[in-house]
């Protein structure tokens, strides 16, 4: 009877305020809760570009290092291979890192820069790096190549300009937009240019190559593909060249090259064909020795800032002794290494989730890594970093398996063997991210089957299988459902069902049997701009390998919001409210029927997770409070936070991410 008494008192205590329809006061009026600041798991400093510029004499290189997060100033270390001199430069915060880059005819490297709409530039022989601010109106400067004429092409990102700088002078020429104007995600993914005419390929929903006469003016649209189909154009030193694969419709899986020449596209009709135009006469470009090795695994700093790059050259190379043991230290085999001392910064937590075996699993943000935090232990073990921007994160089979961006990438980590990528030395790199020695290992694109680019969600079916859901982007809208069969090792998908209703929430019902794929609509630019009116929740059937229900349940509602199972077969849903934009409404939905059993308004919005706890209940915040929800649809306030976030759960402890600190609300989960 006492214990029965305690867990009451308990539950009373966690749960100050339990109402069938709550207010704004109430959620005004909740307590504050005491949050610990466990630990910070990760600070690091992103790396973004190791570049290898050869110098004016002709044997000798710089390297150019990029590291740069979020609102930091970008970092870039300037490095004489043949002194180990290491110069740093910080440029402006609004800049990111090089995307497109080009040489010009002396030698000096013209770098687009990612954000800020600006170009750098680097002259090997003095050192010095060159600042074009703002150079154009626009996001990015994208795709950078130096013409026939020998004047370097820029094309920019989001509306697909083009514009010329003279090497000479840094004049700059503006062309404007090339190809049709657009209202989504354009992309200047490559630029070609000749003595007459700039040739761009300008994607992707719809991709045309288009040739601009720089005389006139005038432009014309070439070719013309769809958005997952793949156009590029191709710089070479007398002429440039363009290529199509198609991806879609009835030329699948075919390929098309082509001539650009005096404004035309001209294809080509056998792969040794000479080009339509004249020859030139031999250039004058500075000699260059072969590029160096470069190890870079360990470039990545850790807390204390260091970081270091080894290198080898060519002639070091040949000077090994034949008979020396593949294990010999990477100094005995030509490599050098150069240190230098970055500023690093703590890295926000993104994701967080409980292991099996009670252990805390997490995501910092922007690829720089995951972490496992041993409640028990009070103890925090960085494992590294993969090639993945993470979104979702399952457990089965033992493994824990990863899914995000880019591509939809999934991979599989066995907690129980040693993370292998970043461990490697020069000479012994860490196995290949898809080699089956890699762990974790990635074992497919989802983005491949599905065209999706994030996979925002992933879970474990009952048939063994992990499914996803994923967002369209660049080449397509909408969203997919994909999955992996670990037994097989094969990955398949689902596309069309999706094409105008991207991926909102995910998760599974009646023991795995079902999943349940929440959407939103979206807006289709190569149909006019059509989106439907109203989003559906999905139920795939896992034995039959198909969508079974299509459920619209809320008229007019355009996202049906987050989901998790309630009661069995009973899915409790978080969606924006159409009456009140500052608020929200909570709805239960039946997977058998597609019955709606309730719907209520409530106030504030959802955001932060919205989860199963240990409990029972449903885990959330509500206009900045975190609240358990009952199957029923009760809501019982918890407490507010400053910062919301995932939520994960240690005995009574709740754990959140949101921030550079792993976070602790002690003692607020009710004994069941």
Request: glycine fraction near 10%; hydrophobic fraction near 35%; include cysteine.
């Amino acid at each position: 009877m006492k214990a029965i008494l305690a867990a009451v008192v308990v539950l009373t205590c966690c749960s100050a305020v339990l109402a069938q329809e709550i207010t704004a006061e109430m959620l005004q009026q909740a307590p504050a809760l005491k949050v610990d600041n466990v630990c910070i798991p990760v600070q690091t400093m992103r790396l973004h570009n190791v570049i290898t510029v050869p110098n004016p004499d002709g044997k000798t290189h710089d390297l150019l290092v990029f590291y740069k997060y979020k609102s930091e100033p970008t970092q870039v270390f300037i490095i004489e291979l043949a002194t180990g001199e290491v110069k740093k430069e910080l440029l402006n915060p609004a800049y990111s890192n090089p995307w497109g880059m080009a040489y010009s005819r002396d030698g000096r490297l013209f770098m687009g820069m990612w954000s800020g709409s600006a170009m750098l530039i680097y002259d090997p022989a003095t050192n010095k790096l060159t600042d074009m601010p703002k150079v154009v109106d626009d996001t990015a400067t994208e795709s950078v190549t130096l013409g026939t004429d020998g004047k370097i092409y820029v094309g920019t990102f989001r509306q697909c300009k083009a514009f010329q700088i003279d090497p000479d002078t840094l004049k700059v020429t503006h062309y404007g937009v090339l190809g049709p104007k657009r209202d989504y995600l354009g992309y200047a993914y490559s630029i070609a240019a000749d003595d007459d005419y700039v040739y761009m390929a300008a994607g992707k929903i719809p991709w045309t190559l288009v040739a601009y006469e720089k005389k006139t003016g005038r432009q014309e649209i070439l070719v013309e593909a769809q958005g997952e189909d793949y156009i590029s154009v191709g710089q070479m030193r007398d002429g440039c060249t363009a290529s199509v694969s198609y991806n879609v419709g009835p030329l699948k899986g075919t390929r098309k090259n082509y001539w650009l020449y005096q404004g035309k596209a001209i294809e080509k009709k056998d792969p040794n064909e000479a080009p339509p135009w004249p020859k030139r006469p031999a250039g004058t470009e500075p000699p260059r020795a072969p590029n160096p090795e470069i190890f870079s695994e360990r470039a990545v700093p850790g807390p204390d800032g260091m970081a270091e790059i080894w290198f080898r050259t060519a002639e070091a190379k040949a000077a090994v002794p034949k008979d020396l043991p593949k294990d010999a230290p990477p100094e005995q085999q030509g490599w050098r290494k150069i240190t230098f001392k970055v500023d690093v910064v703590p890295i926000t937590i993104n994701r967080l989730s409980e292991m099996p075996d009670g252990r805390l699993f997490g995501t910092v943000d922007m690829y720089q890594g995951h972490f496992v935090y041993d409640p028990a232990k009070r103890q925090c073990t960085f494992l590294g970093r993969i090639s993945l921007s993470h979104y979702g994160t399952t457990f089965a089979h033992g493994k824990v398996y990863l899914s995000g961006y880019p591509n939809s990438q999934i991979y599989e980590y066995d907690p129980t063997k040693p993370w292998t990528p970043g461990s490697g030395l020069p000479g012994r790199p860490a196995p290949r991210e898809d080699d089956k020695a890699s762990n974790p290992r990635r074992l497919a694109y989802w983005g491949h089957i599905i065209s999706t680019h994030h996979m925002r969600a992933v879970v474990a079916g009952a048939d063994g299988k992990i499914y996803g859901g994923g967002h369209a982007e660049r080449s397509a809208v909408g969203g997919g459902l994909g999955w992996w069969d670990p037994k097989e090792e094969k990955a398949g998908g689902l596309r069309e069902p999706f094409l105008l209703y991207d991926v909102a929430g995910l998760c599974t019902a009646e023991g795995g049997r079902k999943i349940i794929y929440s959407s939103h609509t979206v807006r289709d630019p190569a149909r006019n701009n059509y989106e439907p009116p109203q989003a559906k929740i999905f139920v795939f059937d896992v034995d039959q390998g198909k969508i079974v229900r299509e459920i619209e349940p809320v008229p007019g509602l355009k996202n049906t919001g987050s989901v998790v199972e309630g009661k069995p077969g009973k899915i409790l849903a978080a969606a924006a409210s159409l009456k009140n934009p500052e608020g929200s409404i909570l709805y239960q939905v039946d997977v058998g029927t597609g019955q709606v059993d309730f719907i209520k308004e409530l106030p504030g919005k959802f955001g932060g997770d919205f989860r199963k706890g240990p409990d029972g209940m449903t885990w959330t915040f509500l206009g900045g409070v975190l609240v358990r929800i009952s199957d029923e649809g009760r809501i019982h306030i918890v407490g507010k936070v400053e910062r919301g976030g995932r939520i994960a759960f240690a005995g009574r402890d709740v754990y959140l991410s949101g921030d550079i600190h792993l976070r602790r609300i002690p003692d607020v989960v009710p004994v069941r």
